[in-house]
Structures are given as C-alpha cells and as structure tokens.
C-alpha cells in the first residue's frame, strides 16, 4: 500500500500530501508516515520544494485535527456510529478519553507525534470532553510541529533509502507508542499509589 501512495505523491505531489493528512487526523486508514517521507524525498530530489511540503503537510494536519476536535464536540449520532461499527474503535475512544481526562492538552500533545495512532481519538475526545478550544489548539499546533516535520526531514535527509526507511518509521513508530502508552499507566499508577497512602 504504501508503494500506492509513493506514486500518488510522485504523480499529485502536494495534493496527496494534504489530504493525506487531513483525513489522517480523522482515523482515515492511510500510510501518513510514509507519505511525509516520501514528500521529504521528493523535495531533496528536487521534484517537490521542501518549505511547501512542510507547510502543506502542517496546515492539513492542524485542520484535520480541528475538524476531529468539533466532530467530538458536536458529538452525537455521528460519534456513536463511528463506534458503534467496531469495538476496537470504542476501545481507542476510552483510552482517548482517559488520556484527554488525565493529561489534558499535554495528552494532545504527545497524541499527535508520540502516539500518532491514537491522536484521531484523542480529538474526537477533547471535542466531546469540552476541551477548551485555544488549549487544544496550542497544544495541537506544537505537537503537529514535530510530527511533520519529523517525518518530512527524516524524508529530504534519508530518501535515497526511501524503503527501508519506511520500515524502520514504520517498526519505531509502533515502539514508540508503546512505550509512550507504557510510561503514562506507570506515572498513572504511581500517582494513584500516592493519593491511596494519603488517604
């Protein structure tokens, strides 16, 4: 799938990269990572210009997100069908919500780059948990800073390896989510074993 999406952006450029992001932000299956890698090699090649990758990429990623964010607040018959069609979507909105609940705009934050994979949910949840709008869109903003231009330098530096490299982001993403789940139970558990001995 994601050769699909090198040639899509090889043959649309710009175009690809934007509504890749957006809908991304959306819980849209699609290879985002790979696509940022690929718009960042394409501007090193000299195919694509690189400020305009990164600033597509930002724009649609932020919009995405916001949409996310009034999609949850809006909430409704929409977002109970979204999870309604499947349990795993429901699982990913509880723990969205848990991390919106504990961590607030810090939790959107890290959900945009270091748990990329639950920062759809995590809009949806701050939407619908009544986030206020400004803290989640500053927090948005500077997480979304890092992801793409993670991804889109790691492209422009990297992209003569452009596979490999796609499935090294794509094994380090998954652990890194991991570990980004696994510190926040830890710090969440400790905190819970210190408001018990309070009590």
């Known amino acids: 799938m994601t050769d699909l999406f090198f040639g899509l952006v090889a043959t649309w450029g710009l175009i690809i990269i934007g509504l890749s992001a957006y809908f991304s932000c959306l819980a849209v299956p699609v290879p985002t990572f790979a ?66 609940d504990r961590w607030g705009g810090i939790g959107v934050f890290f959900s945009t780059w270091a748990a990329a994979p639950l920062g759809p949910w995590v809009n949806f949840a701050a939407g619908a948990a009544r986030l206020n709008r400004w803290r989640f869109t500053l927090w948005d903003a500077a997480g979304e800073a890092i992801w793409v231009s ?31 789940v696994a510190l926040a139970a830890g710090i969440g558990l400790l905190r819970h074993g210190r408001h018990r001995k309070e009590h």
Do not use: H, K, N
Request: proline letters at 1%.
């Open 35 to 100: 696509v940022m890698l690929a718009g960042g090699a394409f501007a090193a090649a000299g195919d694509l210009i690189l400020w305009q990758v990164v600033c597509v990429a930002y724009l649609a990623a932020v919009a995405g997100d916001q949409t996310g964010f009034q999609l949850g607040r809006m909430g409704g018959r929409w977002l109970d069908a979204q999870l309604a069609t499947r349990p795993s979507r429901a699982a990913l909105f509880a723990r969205a919500a848990d991390v919106v």
């Open 150 to 180: 993670g991804y889109v330098s790691l492209g422009f530096l990297f992209g003569t390896r452009l596979d490999a490299l796609t499935d090294l982001v794509a094994s380090w993403g998954g652990f890194a989510t991991a570990a980004c």
